[in-house]
């Protein structure tokens, strides 16, 4: 049994890494991963409830959120550096990644409620496909820095926390705010923290109660819908082009390595809570 907790507190601690790192790279859904890695729903239970969630959740959240550190200011230099190198590249690492939890997730949604039909599925990913085309489109220039800038970038955070499939990193890349934005944090420059945070306070506290209330009453349409929204948002970051024939075949190697190991750490999981 000691053994079955570690390796899950340490499977917990490889996907905080994963969401950790993804969570600053531009095309790349924080959001997303959450779901992907079965964090989402609890997530969203501890924001609009973080006295009596903590209490349920605490053994999934303290290695998860280890390893979100961990990824987030070790492994994204990492992430970094294969994005400057090749970005298709690394982006097919993180579209094998989440590809690999899909099955799972499918499995998930239709033991909730097998009747229920795949239409909001399909409508949310139509929908979602549309309207990422379209803020990629529309969001596009050089905003100016000042407090409510950043204000602005904590609503996008916060936002792309709720809704699985928002990049914030993307958004606020077309508009000029994401390098003032992390080169502010990295000099822990409060002027850009401190309303960045006020930002990200705004839009969890306004909506991660609703998003909660709508899993615990309609949890498999819930569920189709934010499947709908992170097939959308992963077909959104498949390369289009690659550089060369050496590129695609490495796009690909990357790809089956992200899907593997995500497939491997959804049949861990599934063996843990078997054995439990």
Request: charged share 10%.
């Amino acid at each position: 049994m000691k053994n079955n907790a570690v390796l899950k507190s340490l499977l917990l601690a490889i996907q905080g890494a994963i969401v950790g790192t993804g969570a600053i790279l531009p095309g790349v859904s924080g959001g997303v991963l959450c779901v992907a890695f079965g964090i989402y729903e609890p997530m969203m239970a501890l924001l609009s409830h973080p006295g009596k969630s903590f209490k349920v959740y605490y053994k999934m959240f303290i290695p998860f959120l280890i390893g979100w550190v961990l990824g987030f200011t070790l492994l994204a230099n990492v992430v970094e550096a294969m994005f400057n190198a090749s970005a298709t590249v690394a982006l097919m690492l993180f579209f094998g990644l989440i590809c690999g939890t899909l099955p799972e997730l499918i499995k998930d949604s239709e033991r909730s409620d097998a009747k229920m039909g795949w239409t909001p599925f399909v409508l949310s990913l139509s929908l979602a496909y549309f309207l990422f085309n379209l803020l990629e489109r529309g969001m596009t220039g050089q905003a100016e820095t000042s407090a409510l800038s950043f204000v602005f970038c904590g609503l996008v955070w916060g936002l792309s926390l709720i809704i699985p499939g928002l990049s914030s990193s993307s958004v606020l890349l077309y508009m000029g705010l994401y390098e003032p934005m992390t080169a502010g944090i990295a000099a822990l420059d409060f002027t850009v923290i401190l309303p960045l945070l006020l930002g990200l306070a705004i839009t969890v506290i306004s909506l991660a109660r609703v998003v909660n209330s709508l899993y615990e009453k309609h949890y498999a349409l819930v569920s189709r819908l934010i499947l709908g929204f992170v097939i959308a948002s992963t077909l959104k970051i498949v390369p289009s082009s690659f550089e060369s024939a050496g590129a695609l075949v490495l796009s690909l190697v990357c790809f089956a390595v992200g899907f593997a190991v995500a497939r491997g750490m959804d049949c861990a999981k599934e063996k843990q809570g078997t054995k439990e």
